[in-house]
């Protein structure tokens, strides 16, 4: 339970599956009311009635693919009218293919960041200006561990998920003394669909199985941290230090780590 965002309005993308819906729930138990946005808004309706009958909260869904620049402003407008403020937005629609960078498909080069950043960076541009006017707000943006550590067979993906850290990082000192808090989340492999795209052979999911973290407990470690100051969450925290000590080492990081990273 997280008291901070009792009655809080929270907008989660990408919530018809995976740890979107996980956060759904867990800000829902909390006593949240939620605008749940995906592509799948059967997915969304069924959420909405489960949360709804489970937490009497109050539930908004609506169909919007975060590629589509228009859309997002369209349907943000029709959030910001309907529910007159954001307190919280988590932006985590997302999706990676593992590919080597000789076999790039630029179409979906494209589609990635289309989703994973501009998407991203079009949702958290329709809620700052009411949230600077307002001085609060929480913008918490799923990145990944790909953004901290490029590994091979990741090589857009990873360039995605840095570019959010990137986006995040500037902004959090945009905002600082506007009441405004930024988090990003860099998880690992976390047991969702996510790999039915990213990794069809399954070559990676049979690779770290043993390492995969549970949509719950992520969920969990990003709806308790709703609403302070965190600057990022890491996790696995074990798989963090690696990120630390390939700022201090790079070259050696790379050539001692070279097989641990050929898990794709
Ligand atoms: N799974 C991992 O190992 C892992 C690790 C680190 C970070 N992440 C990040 O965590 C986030 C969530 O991933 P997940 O693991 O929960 O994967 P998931 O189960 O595949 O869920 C992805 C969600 O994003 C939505 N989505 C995809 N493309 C979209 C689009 N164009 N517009 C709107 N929504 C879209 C999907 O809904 P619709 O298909 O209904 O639109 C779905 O709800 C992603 O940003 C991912 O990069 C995942």
Redesign the pocket.
């Known amino acids: 339970m997280n008291n901070r965002i009792k009655e809080k309005n929270i907008v989660i993308?990408?919530?018809?599956?995976?740890?979107?819906?996980?956060m759904a729930r867990l800000s829902a138990q909390s006593g949240a009311n939620l605008v749940l946005?995906?592509?799948?808004?059967d997915?969304?309706e069924q959420l909405k009635k489960e949360l709804e009958n489970e937490f009497g909260v109050h539930v908004v869904v609506k169909s919007?693919?975060?590629?589509?620049t228009e859309a997002v402003q369209r349907v943000f407008k029709e959030v910001l009218s309907e529910i007159t403020h954001v307190d919280i937005l988590v932006?985590?629609?997302?999706?990676?293919v593992f590919r080597h960078a000789h076999e790039a498909d630029l179409a979906e080069v494209k589609?990635m960041f289309?989703?994973?950043v501009i998407?991203l960076v079009a949702c958290t541009s329709m809620v700052l200006p009411s949230m600077k006017g307002r001085k609060s707000g929480h913008i918490i943006n799923?990145?990944?561990?790909?953004g901290k550590i490029a590994t091979p067979k990741s090589s857009v993906?990873s360039a995605?998920?840095h570019a959010v850290l990137g986006y995040t990082n500037s902004l959090r000192m945009e905002v600082s003394d506007e009441g405004i808090y930024v988090t990003s989340?860099?998880?690992?492999?976390?047991?969702?669909?996510?790999?039915?795209?990213?990794d069809k052979q399954g070559t990676y999911v049979n690779n770290v199985k043993k390492f995969?973290?549970q949509?719950e407990y992520?969920a969990k470690k990003v709806v308790e941290r709703m609403m302070t100051s965190t600057r990022e969450i890491n996790l696995p925290r074990w798989m963090n230090a690696g990120s630390t000590i390939y700022a201090l080492f790079p070259r050696a990081f790379e050539r001692i780590g070279k097989r641990a990273f050929n898990k794709k």
């Not at 990408?14 to 996980?22: M, Y």
């Not at 946005?37 to 808004?41: G, I, K, Q």
């Open positions: 993308t990408g919530a018809s599956g995976g740890i979107g819906a996980e946005l995906a592509r799948s808004v997915k969304l919007l693919d975060v590629a589509d932006n985590n629609a997302g999706f990676g589609s289309e989703v994973n998407g799923i990145a990944s561990q790909a993906y995605t998920k989340v860099n998880p690992g492999p976390i047991e969702t669909n996510f790999f039915e795209i990213a995969m973290l949509p992520v």
